[in-house]
């Protein structure tokens, strides 16, 4: 049983035969028969690593630029994003930026690197959307749940959680651009009590920088707060399950963390 992990998305069994994948790095006995495993049962999946020991219970397995989870027996075949819910770190997402900085972190593979059970379609997620093919309004949002901040012609809009890692990141490389940015905060990692006190805060920017900071916000009013919950209703219609997720301003999206020079780039491509 897993103590400090929790993974979401789909769980499917593996139950193909045929085929052989090469794997370019393994690691140990466990890894080496994993890998004769999934050759036989994922013959279409080219295998790139298998790591056995970095989360108790399950194998990661990266192909390409893609990360998926087996058991050590090779049976279950789990598509998803781990998180350490002591740490709050999405390790999935931590794994796809090392593997390639542009990676689409906010889904943990792309659709189309590995099959489905059957061999014949790819498995889908919710979060691997093609950057800008997934588009949404936000038109009707309340302004109550925004914090807009920065001053530049071009807008986008981030829903974001305060303790997730790769939202700071975020937050620090739009700080740098000639853009404005509206903050719609949501509680992924259960952090809605921090996003009552920024939205409540006499000053929201510098709460907002604080609280990426994991500092004290400073006094708190009474305030409405329903705009917040019009952001995590509106995450929960449009499959919003990771953070962060940009929205520009002719309502294209794109999960998780992106550089700047790519923002840069995408945001002029705006309708």
């Not at 889904?107 to 949404?136: C, F, L, M, N, W």
């Not at 925004?146 to 986008?156: D, E, H, L, R």
């Not at 949501?186 to 604080?210: P, Y």
């Not at 952001?231 to 929205?247: C, K, L, S």
Request: charged share 20%; glycine share 10%; with cysteine.
């Amino acid at each position: 049983m897993l103590r400090r992990t929790i993974l979401f998305m789909s769980l499917a069994a593996a139950v193909l035969a045929g085929g052989a994948g090469a794997i370019a790095h393994a690691v140990g006995d466990s890894e080496g028969s994993l890998s004769k495993v999934l050759a036989v049962r994922l013959p279409k999946t080219p295998l790139t690593a298998i790591d056995c020991a970095k989360i108790e219970g399950l194998c990661e397995v990266q192909s390409g630029a893609n990360l998926f989870y087996t058991d050590r027996a090779g049976r279950f075949l789990m598509v998803g994003r781990v998180y350490d819910m002591e740490t709050r770190h999405d390790l999935t997402a931590a794994r796809l930026l090392e593997i390639s900085p542009e990676t689409l972190v906010g889904g943990a593979a792309k659709a189309a690197a590995i099959e489905s059970p059957e061999g014949s379609s790819p498995t889908t997620t919710s979060q691997s959307v093609a950057a800008g093919a997934e588009r949404v309004s936000i038109a009707d949002l309340p302004a109550s749940g925004a914090i807009t901040w920065g001053s530049g012609a071009q807008t986008v809009t981030v829903f974001s959680d305060f303790r997730c890692g790769y939202c700071g990141q975020l937050h620090q490389a739009l700080a740098g651009m000639n853009v404005t940015v509206i903050e719609r905060p949501i509680s992924v990692l259960g952090t809605r009590s921090i996003s009552d006190a920024v939205i409540c805060s006499q000053d929201r920017v510098k709460a907002v920088e604080k609280a990426y900071k994991h500092e004290p916000l400073g006094p708190t009013r009474r305030c409405d707060t329903s705009g917040l919950d019009a952001n995590e209703g509106f995450a929960r219609t449009h499959g919003f399950t990771g953070t962060p997720v940009i929205v520009r301003s002719d309502g294209a999206v794109v999960h998780g963390y992106r550089p700047p020079a790519f923002l840069a780039a995408w945001l002029k491509e705006a309708r």
